[in-house]
């Protein structure tokens, strides 16, 4: 679809070309045609992203794009974007950080009334603007590109970067260059990533969705979930994310424990490798490791075996190291990892066993705790708030 010279279309040139769809049951669209998330995913390989925000998000984000479907007043607001998308020109997403690229959008774009648009879709909560994108293999949204392509413990894993890179996707493609470029001293350096979210079982889309929409807001760097969590690809969580789980990178993590330990001790090595640095209770964790922090209701951490609230590591014997506390006790300049559990029963034992420390938030009386999404919420922008008071500028140094 794209000009064979290479030449960047104008708004106006990209209005004309697109394809006009006045039929139902034109082929051309069947994909969007009563659209369900189940059979995207199991069918064809794909997803659906819905809405101006989040399709314009869409545009600058490491996803393919298989085709645009627009109502014809978001046709002309999309124009620029399409341009700059069919030109490869990055739009200032958070994937240009680290040397990632932002692939070309060379599918069609087709327009249809409103009606009609809602009609093929099955339903009218899209805003005007539907888009197909190809799902990446698992293995390409799997924990060792991620941290590799972020650049999370510098070049000392330049060569679990290079294995990263036969994933196959844009991102993990540049993963060796982005982290040799920017060598050990980037794990020091105050552009390199500081806070991380991990989420343990987070089932409800309009959580996980709420979750990236306020992780993007906050300046958190990228998210690792858990397989039990919900998945951040579909169409709800994309919409409540406002799309930035579409430009916020995240990973799935096979073994969450075992990949906390891995921040803890600050490599890409198995965590069998990384016994007696961060890889279990009590364990120091390493000087360029990540501080592993659990979001727990301190009552609910007190009922795990092993966790005492208010304990001091290693005051009592046979109990958990980890101890609860406020975050404003934890130095705000340590790269941290703030671990969030389960709508209903929280963290389990196996997640707190890795962390350094519990953080609860003070509650009323008679009240025990707050959704996940809020309790992410506020530990992320507390986080800020304490980095900005220790920043000369009074900024957090975060995106």
Known sequence: MSDSAGAERDPATEIARAIEIDSL???????????????????????????????????????????????????????????????????????????????????????????????????????????????????????????????????????????AGSAGTAEAAHATEATESRGDASVRSP????????????????????IFRSAAGLG???????????????????RV???????????????????????????LA???????????????????????????????AGAIPGVSPGAIPGAIPGASRVAVTHLSALAPDERMVLVAGNEGHGLDRAVIDVCDDIVEIPMAEGVPSLNVAVAVAIGCWERRRLRALRSPSGRAGER
């Not at 958190?220 to 994309?238: A, F, S, T, Y």
């Open 241 to 267: 994310a406002m799309g930035h789980s579409l430009t916020l990178p995240f990973a799935w993590s096979r073994d969450l424990p075992s990949d906390l330990a891995r921040l803890r001790a600050g490599s």
């Open 220 to 238: 958190v760097e990228g998210i690792l979930l858990d397989e039990r969590c919900c998945d951040p690809l579909l169409r709800k969580p994309i």
């Open 270 to 300: 198995p965590r069998e490798s990384c016994d007696g640095v961060g890889a279990g209770v009590g364990e120091r964790r390493s000087e360029r490791g990540w501080r592993v922090v659990a979001l727990e209701e301190g009552a609910n």
């Open 191 to 210: 552009s390199a990533p500081r806070t991380l979210i991990a989420l343990a079982g987070v089932t409800q889309m309009d959580n996980v969705g709420s």
């Open 25 to 163: 049951d034109d082929p051309r669209v069947a994909g969007y045609r009563d659209v369900r998330d189940r059979e995207l995913r199991g069918r064809d390989g794909l997803f659906v992203v819905e809405s101006l925000r989040c399709v314009e998000r869409l545009l600058a984000s490491r996803f393919e794009i298989e085709s645009l479907l627009v109502a014809p007043r978001r046709l002309a607001a999309l124009a620029q974007r399409i341009v700059l998308s069919r030109a490869g020109r990055n739009l200032g997403s958070s994937l240009e950080r680290g040397g990632r690229r932002v692939p070309r959008f060379e599918g069609p774009v087709y327009v249809a009334e409103e009606t009609l648009l809602s009609s093929i879709a099955g339903y009218r909560i899209h805003g005007g603007a539907l888009a197909l994108a190809r799902r990446p293999r698992r293995t390409a949204l799997s924990f060792e590109p991620w941290a590799a392509a972020l650049g999370l413990f510098g070049a000392v894993d330049a060569e679990a970067a290079a294995e």
